[in-house]
């Protein structure tokens, strides 16, 4: 029941290297955090899991359910069950939130062999998902993510998830800018969506985050790769010694 496996993931953007040996497994029912320092890889790594064109690999591979998936498309990793939340999500003038999630409901479900939802059918599961992200149901009819707050869209961030039902849900800096309130309802909501066959990844530059959501296992990122991996009291060392520790661990080479 391995969801994600990587192997020796290396990654450039414009010829430079970013990623230089990733290696991470994530099982089903599990929850990881990756954190580190900015500028350590985290979102590139995030970005090449989901297939971002911008990056290419230059060594490794990613196991996805099985299945070889650096050949991929973006939309089809997506289609698969990868979900990226994103640290700044899109604003689309125009198009209503809740065009926008039938859309993307119903893109997933013709992928499953399902028919399209019948429109109220879909609100009412539409209006089951709010109360998990505690969302106002004006926020349905207001164009996607325009003038929404950082914790509003976080929150719909969490909607996307909720009614897209993915396999591997990536959280890139989903709390960031968020105050305690949004923090708790983004916390609440992965913590009732998180199921014994899905996995997350939360990837979070500050350790806040993981007093809501207790992790599995926590790795930091230096420097393009993986160098320490623990439990829970990894992220309690690092708020208390910082980032520096890492170095100097890495130094003394223990
Ligand atoms: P993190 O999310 O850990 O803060 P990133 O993955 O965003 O780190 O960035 C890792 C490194 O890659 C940084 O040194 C950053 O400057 C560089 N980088 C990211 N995107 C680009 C880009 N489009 N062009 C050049 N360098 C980039
Ligand atoms: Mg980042
Ligand atoms: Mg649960």
Known sequence: ???????????????????????????AGEI??????NGSGKSTFSKVIAGHPDYEVTGGEIIYKGQNILEKEPNERALEGIFLAFQYPLEIPGV????????????????LGLEEIDTFDFEDLVEQKLDIVKMNPAFLDRSL??????????????????????????LDEIDSGLDIDALRIVADGVNQLAHA??????????????TYIEPHHIHVMYDGKIVISGGKELALELEETGYDFIEEKLLKGI
Do not use: C, W
């Open 32 to 37: 990881h955090a990756i954190m580190g320092r």
């Open 96 to 111: 209503s939130n809740l065009d926008f999630l039938r859309v993307a409901y119903n893109i997933r479900r013709k992928h």
């Open 197 to 210: 066959n899905n996995a997350f990844l939360l990837i979070t530059h500050y350790q806040r985050l993981l």
């Open 1 to 27: 029941n391995v969801i994600l496996s990587v192997k020796n993931l290396s990654a450039n953007i414009n010829g430079t290297p970013i990623l230089k040996g990733v290696n991470l497994e994530i099982k």
């Open 145 to 170: 993510n325009e003038g929404f707050s950082g914790g509003e869209k976080k929150r719909n961030e969490i909607l996307q998830m909720a009614l897209l039902e993915p396999t591997l849900a990536i």
